[in-house]
């Protein structure tokens, strides 16, 4: 079974290679970002939590959005099948707490796929998407402090996949379709 985290900056392209990913893994799909958009629409008590941090470019923290995964694993048999876990973990805490989750439930992740993308591409395509997608986060203000974020506290978790020899780096400038092929050749000998 495949559990792969697709990992990358805001803007790196983790949503459009996830797509790919499923399409040809048959991989159940888990983005944060999605999960607390979706949850932000339906004004729940969670969705005016998450605009205040998201809105400012700041990470949720780490237990909120702990449980909401391990909830998500509990009540969904779909992710038995596999998953592609797509801006989550962001921190340390995130990480340790999936490695625990996945062992209770008999699985491991089982790659990182690490989207590699120059900061001024970055900042071009997020302010390209921020056009169409009527996302609060998507200004340059925003843009900066997320890109921020994600050097102080997401980048550690780079070297903690290196370490347990998770981690494949893959160049993420480029066409979609190539990006995608170099995907699928780093991830050729993982089950
Ligand atoms: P991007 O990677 O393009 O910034 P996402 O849709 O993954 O976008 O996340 C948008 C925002 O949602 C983040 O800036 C953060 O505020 C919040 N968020 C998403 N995933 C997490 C997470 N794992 N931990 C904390 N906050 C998160």
């Keep these: 079974m495949l559990n792969i985290v697709i990992f ?3 803007g790196s392209g983790k949503g459009t290679q996830s797509e790919k990913l499923i399409e040809k893994y048959g991989l159940y799909h888990i983005s944060t970002g999605d999960l607390l958009r979706k949850e932000i ?3 729940s008590e969670l969705g005016k939590i998450a605009d205040s941090y998201i809105s400012k470019g700041q990470l949720l923290p780490d237990s909120l959005i702990i449980d909401l995964l391990a909830k998500l694993l509990d009540t969904t048999p779909e992710t ?4 592609i876990f797509d ?3 962001r921190t340390i805490p995130q990480a340790e707490a999936l490695d625990t989750m996945l062992a209770e439930r008999g699985t491991a992740v089982s790659a990182v796929i690490g989207l590699e993308v120059d900061e001024a591409e970055l900042i071009d395509r997020l302010l390209k998407r921020g056009q169409v997608s009527g996302r609060s986060d998507d200004n340059l203000e925003t843009i900066k402090k997320r890109l921020d974020v994600y050097h102080t506290q997401t980048t550690p978790l780079r070297d903690y996949y290196v370490e347990n020899g998770k981690y494949k780096a893959i160049h993420g400038m480029g066409s979609v379709d190539t990006i ?3 995907i699928t050749e780093a991830l050729a000998d993982c089950k």
């Design 41 to 43: 629409k339906a004004g």
């Design 180 to 182: 995608f092929v170099s």
């Design 80 to 83: 038995r099948q596999g998953v």
């Design 8 to 10: 990358g900056a805001p």
């Design 87 to 89: 801006g989550f973990p």
